[in-house]
């Protein structure tokens, strides 16, 4: 293909295809996820991970103690132990299984196979804590410590604060070998219809589990979570930030509009990356959409020459380009507004819960070319002209 003619369907069928290679390619997240028959477990995890894994993972029994949740194409795989009552046959029965499991994983010494946290649930709105679950909390909590996994309390269904506040202090107060122990209210509470107690505690959650978890799991934790999306647009800037860099340096020696084509790879990774953090299932078509709204044209070539002219007249200060010459600085601001602009069709999806076939309407359409209009016009992106 000639390097100077690049058409939308093939940088949207190559995005495509490294979104799923990069999804393929993450570090499967390995949870034990423990607690009492009514603890919460379910909404926990339904509201800290994307698409509902614990109503859509398919259950298996690994004893009649603990059960796995995984989904093909998934990157997590969550060890449940439900009704946990901590009876003292079974408190001895789930604990070895659970540190057979630890062990098995470290013996394999493959990350995707290890067990990576656990989660040990208390619900707040429960009796008071037990002095039996106490002691057995300290003998997990001790076992686990020797084989490095670290354990997260979750105080569930906190909407009790004062009460989550004092129980959180007296637990800190055992000095148990533990990262944390996070008070949390998953979901938003209703009370008759007179009030609502809004959810607290996951973007704490999200903070000690991205400092508990290695390197190699950072990108699996931001593609799974639904905790704390400011988070995961940070994440994505960064990816924004680094293509941008790149894009300078494809620059650097001026190119002729009618190569800017060149920049397409560099936007494709971007492109992928940024998709791969938000977890959203994109398809050809909405990328099609997204691309003809910003740096396509008619509906056939990326950046073509009277293309390429048109997107710079837009940025503040530049106008037109003395020899038909992109330098590095305009393809800087070229690559950095798609980025944004795609972050921002990526929080519509994940935020505001707009469909995908929105993106693909003519308003989706006329929506993306605005945003992207007005990433041009960012003096953020601007000033990267002068880098």
Known sequence: MD????????MA???????????????????IVMGK???????????????KPAETGIGRPVTRDIKEIRRKGYPLHIYD????????????????????IIEDGIASNDINKAIHCIWYCINVAGNRFEDAELNWLRELTDAASRT????????????????????????????????????????????????TIPAYGLDTLINVMTSALPDELQ????????????????????????SVTIAFGEGFTPVPFSDAALLVPTQISMIAGITSVYGVDINTG???????????GAG????????????????????????????????ATLTAALGEAYIRVMDMVCRENVDLSFVSSDEGMETIKKIFEGELRNPANISLSSI
């Open 286 to 296: 909405s990328l099609v959409a997204i691309i003809s709204s910003t740096i396509g």
């Open 81 to 100: 132990t439900p009704g946990l009552e901590l009876g003292a046959e079974q408190q001895a029965r789930v604990k070895n299984k659970i540190m057979e």
């Open 37 to 51: 028959s009514g603890v919460g477990k379910g909404t926990l995890i339904n509201s800290f991970f994307r698409d």
């Open 148 to 195: 490095h996994v670290p354990v997260i309390v979750v105080l569930t269904q906190g909407y009790q604060r004062t009460k989550a506040i004092d129980m959180k202090l007296m637990l800190e107060h055992e000095n148990l070998n533990v990262a944390s122990v996070v008070p949390v209210l998953a979901q938003d509470l209703d009370i008759e219809g007179e009030f």
């Open 3 to 10: 390097n100077r003619v690049f058409k939308i369907e093939d």
């Open 219 to 242: 990108n699996t934790l931001q593609n799974l979570q639904i905790a704390d999306m400011d988070l995961k647009r940070r994440h994505a800037r960064k990816i924004v930030a680094a």
């Open 300 to 331: 056939t070539t990326i950046l073509g020459k009277t293309l390429v002219a048109n997107i710079i007249k837009m940025i503040p200060g530049v106008g037109s380009v003395a020899g038909g010459m992109i330098s590095g600085g305009i393809a």
């Open 13 to 31: 069928s190559k995005c495509c295809k490294e979104i799923r290679e990069r999804i393929e390619g993450l570090t499967e997240l390995n949870i």
